[in-house]
C-alpha cells in the first residue's frame, strides 16, 4: 500500500490531535468538553478547506493560490467567532494550548495547497510538450 503526501498530511492532523490529547489529559485534567468542541470544529474547518481545494483543481486549476488565500481568511474568521462562542479565555494559558493545533493545522494545509499547486504545473507542462 502506497501511502500520498495528501493522505500522510492527514494522518499527521489526526496524529496531533491524539498527541495533544493525551498531554492535555496528562497535565490539565480539565475543559475537556472545551478541548472537544474545539478539536472537533479545527477538524472540519480542516477537512473542507482540503476538499475545496481538491475541487477548486479540478474546475479552475490556475486560481489555486487564490482560492486557498481565501479560505484561510474564512478559517481564520471563523476561528475567532468560535474563541469567543467556546470561552477559550478561561482556560488557564489557552494561547499555548489553542493556537499551535491551529498553527499546525496551518502548514499541513499550505503543505497540502503546494502538492495540488505543483501537480497543476506538471500537468501544464506536459499539456505543452504535447502541443
Partial sequence: MKITKNTLIVVL???MFAVHFVLWQLFVK???PTFIRYYLFLSVIFMMVLTVLSILKRIY???LGFAFMGLLLVKLSLMF???NRL???VVPQFKLHFIP???ISLVLETL???NLVNSVTVDNSKDEKNQ
Fill in 101 to 103: 493545533p491551529y498553527l
Fill in 81 to 83: 467567532i468560535v474563541m
Fill in 87 to 89: 470561552n477559550l479565555a
Fill in 112 to 114: 497540502y495547497a503546494i
Fill in 30 to 32: 480539565d475543559f475537556v
Fill in 13 to 15: 492532523y489526526f496524529v
Fill in 61 to 63: 486549476p490556475n486560481y
